[in-house]
Each structure stands twice: as C-alpha cells, then as structure tokens.
C-alpha cells in the first residue's frame, strides 16, 4: 500500500463547479498535513495547510481525519486559473527511514469555459 | 528574502558525463531534498539529507550522488551511469518536527532543473 494515495484524476470540470479532492494517508504517526498546487513544467507551490479543526482560504476548504486517515480539499465556484495538478502531502517523524515528507502523485484537474 | 535556489534552469549534458546541479537555502531549515519528475508524473525521491554531512537513499538513487557539507547547500551529480537521466529536477527544503520541539514547517521548492541529454 503506498504511503499516500490520491484520486487519479484528471477532473475536467466546468467553470463555477465545485470539486473535491481526496488524499488518504497509510502512517498514523503522519505529522503534519499539506495540500499544494502544480503548475504544468513549474515546481509545486504551498496552498495550504491541513488541520484537524478544518481550514478555509476564500474558495479553498481543506479538512482532516485523523481517525479515517483522510484528507480533503474543496475548491468552489472553480475558476479557469485553478487548472493545475494538487499534490496531498504529509510528513514523518524526523528521523525516519524515508525522509520526511511523503507526496501523493497529484491529481490534474482541468476547469473549462 | 529567504527561499531556494537551483541552478542552472535548464541543462544538456552529453552522453557519459556527470553533471551537477545546484541547490541552496538560505531558509536554516535542516532537511534537504531532491526529487525527479518526468511529464506526466509524479514526485520520486532521490536523495534526501535531514542533517549536515548525512544523507539517505530515496526511492532510485541510483546513478546519482549528492553531498552535505554545508546546511544550506545539497548539490546533485547526475553521473554516467544513470541512463536515462533527462527529466525535471526539483529540490526542496522543509524544518522537520525535532527533539528540539519546532514545528514541521511546509516544503519550500527551487524552480526546478530541466535536464535533457543530446
């Protein structure tokens, strides 16, 4: 089972949709919780950040289930800008045999006119 | 300001020759890391160092070979016998949670090397 796992994706959606990302996670000693955002040929970029208690930016909604070892990300009213690739990412305890962070492979997604 | 540094942006390198790419960080974070991407996919670890003068195997290290001598640099060397070696190089920085109880902070990632062998 890989460490993190996330919806193949793409998700082609049209503008003004609202779509959600899923993310789960294999290691309960999982630390902190991130979700970033990829453009194409650029290097990932910090959306946001993922907290128990729930976390919202304008149109952006990321929530954590520690029980389930589950992430989400929301995006509504989606915008043609907010075409790019969201990587779930989750860290280790320091000192750990792989490194301390551990990356989804991304899902793409594709907002249209 | 703070952040990553990679260098050069883009870089061509000739069948047999061992190259190296730049990372620096003037972010005092403790963790250094170098990841692969080729189109298409996702992230694959390379090397990561979480402390000066150490540094662990990722997932396919081989071919390649990275140093720590100082904290804020974590240079990799693309040698002759990685293959199949053209792809998109990011490194990335991160402050791990310590014994010394500071909070994990985010990744912080270069703009990335696109290496292509001609």
């Known amino acids: 089972r890989k460490e993190v796992e996330q919806d193949p994706g793409p998700f082609n959606v049209p503008e003004g949709a609202t779509v959600a990302f899923n993310c789960t996670y294999s290691?309960?000693?999982?630390?902190?919780f991130f979700w970033y955002r990829q453009d194409c040929r650029k290097e990932p970029k910090l959306l946001m950040s993922?907290?128990?208690s729930g976390n919202e930016d304008g149109r952006f909604t990321a929530q954590l289930n520690r029980a389930s070892q589950y992430i989400s990300l929301l995006i509504r009213d989606s915008k043609l800008s907010d075409s790019a690739t969201y990587l779930c990412?989750?860290?280790?305890?320091?000192?750990?045999?792989?490194?301390?962070?551990?990356f989804g492979k991304g899902t793409k997604l594709s907002v249209k006119p | 300001d703070g952040g990553i540094t990679q260098s050069p942006k883009y870089l061509f390198r000739k069948e047999g020759q061992n190259v190296t790419l730049s990372c620096e960080q003037n972010?005092?974070?403790?963790?250094m890391y170098w990841y692969r991407q080729d189109p298409g996919q996702g992230l694959r670890l390379i090397y990561y160092?979480?402390?000066?003068?150490?540094?662990q195997k990722g997932d396919i290290a081989e071919g390649y070979s990275v140093s720590r001598e100082k904290k804020e640099s974590f240079p990799l060397t693309v040698t002759s016998a990685q293959k199949n070696p053209t792809a998109f190089y990011l490194c990335?920085?991160?402050?791990?949670?310590?014994?010394?109880?500071?909070?994990?902070?985010?990744?912080?990632f270069g703009q990335g090397t696109r290496l292509t062998v001609v």
């Open positions: 990412v989750v860290t280790l305890p320091y000192g750990g045999s792989q490194g301390n962070l551990i």
């Open positions: 972010l005092n974070h403790d963790a």
């Open positions: 993922v907290y128990s």
């Open positions: 290691n309960s000693a999982s630390q902190s």
């Open positions: 990335a920085s991160s402050d791990p949670l310590t014994a010394r109880g500071h909070r994990d902070t985010e990744a912080f």
């Open positions: 160092s979480q402390i000066v003068n150490d540094f």
